[in-house]
């Protein structure tokens, strides 16, 4: 009778502390309409370099050799 009445104790004394609300709570953000830095990448302006992997230019904007057949690709206007 006496383990069967330790073991309840030690069940309630679980659950109470478990049940207790956090102490320091943390505001938890709220992300709708967030605008995540991983997928929101910034586009080249005019004269920038641009290509595979250095990014897409701005509206308005291609991406095209310059000088003609150097090594390099900038953003230039339509």
Not at 3 to 23: M, N, R
Not at 44 to 50: A, D, P, S, T
């Amino acid at each position: 009778m006496k383990s069967t009445t330790v073991i309840l104790l030690l069940l309630t004394s679980l659950t109470t502390v478990l049940a207790l609300p956090d102490p320091n709570p943390q505001p938890v953000p709220d992300l709708a309409g967030t605008v995540f830095e991983e997928t929101a990448q910034a586009c080249v302006r005019e004269n920038g370099r641009c290509g595979r992997r250095r990014g897409k230019c701005c509206a308005g904007l291609r991406c095209r050799w310059k000088p003609v057949g150097g090594p390099n690709r900038i953003c230039l206007k339509r």
